[in-house]
């Protein structure tokens, strides 16, 4: 209940193309939902956010898509960039956070 | 400037002795974490702090203490490492009610040999 998966583990986009990050949970508690970029040798850094009552929120190239019905969300990445290559996690927050095992973008030049 | 800011950034130690890792934060959060990232990436809460008490101890050993001195801090302390704690160990803060992204420090990758 407490656990949100995330994929794909890995993903290679050519720049320019799209990056596209799935996650799905079960606990219909959770009631904010944000994105996190993590670095080499840094902590995550909130990218993005959302609550379950907007079905998509964007911000500049970053988007995310929230169906809850299916209690899935997206990260979609537009134009990726090779300084977009890091590691991606989903969270939820419930009484706490829970995160996603992450996923690894590298974005070819 | 920093928000979140632990020390030290590494930590290189032997089995069986005992380290602590310090944490403040100066962006007026009530609440403070640390989470454990393993080699896998995944992250895990271990502890999370509002307003000096604690409120969440998940399944962590004992050897492990975390101490707040007051709202801006919150240091962890670790008897009788083991190899099993080699991970990068972060240190995060929000600010109280449902809904506040979590802020986190740059970690600190501790080894244990």
């Known amino acids: 209940q407490q656990q949100v998966k995330q994929s794909p583990q890995s993903l290679i986009v050519q720049k320019g193309g799209i990056s596209i990050i799935n996650c799905a949970y079960e606990?219909?508690?959770?009631?904010?939902f944000p994105w996190y970029q993590q670095f080499p040798g840094k902590g995550p850094a909130l990218l993005i956010a959302?609550?379950?009552?907007?079905s998509e929120k964007k911000e500049g190239r970053f988007t995310i898509s929230f169906n809850k019905s299916a209690k899935q969300f997206s990260l979609h990445i537009m134009d990726s960039q090779p300084g977009d290559s890091a590691t991606y996690f989903c969270?939820?927050?419930?009484?706490?956070?829970?995160f996603g095992p992450g996923t690894r973008l590298s974005v070819l030049p | 400037d920093t928000a979140v800011s632990q020390t030290p950034k590494y930590l290189v130690t032997q089995m069986g002795n005992d380290k602590s890792i310090k944490c403040e934060q100066n962006?007026?959060?009530?609440?403070m974490y640390w989470y454990k990232q393993d080699s896998k990436k995944f992250l895990k809460i271990m502890f999370s702090?509002?307003?000096?008490?604690?409120?969440i101890n998940e399944t962590v050993p004992n050897r492990f203490s975390p101490k707040s001195p007051d709202k801006a801090h919150l240091n962890l302390h670790i008897n009788s490492l083991e190899l099993g704690d080699s991970a990068v160990y972060f240190c995060?803060?929000?600010?109280?009610?449902?809904?506040?992204?979590?802020?986190f420090g740059n970690g600190t990758r501790l080894t244990v040999t």
């Open positions: 606990n219909t508690a959770f009631d904010y």
């Open positions: 969270a939820a927050r419930g009484e706490n956070f829970v």
């Open positions: 959302i609550r379950p009552d907007v």
């Open positions: 702090y509002n307003n000096k008490e604690l409120i």
């Open positions: 962006l007026g959060h009530d609440t």
């Open positions: 995060a803060s929000s600010q109280g009610g449902r809904g506040s992204p979590l802020h």
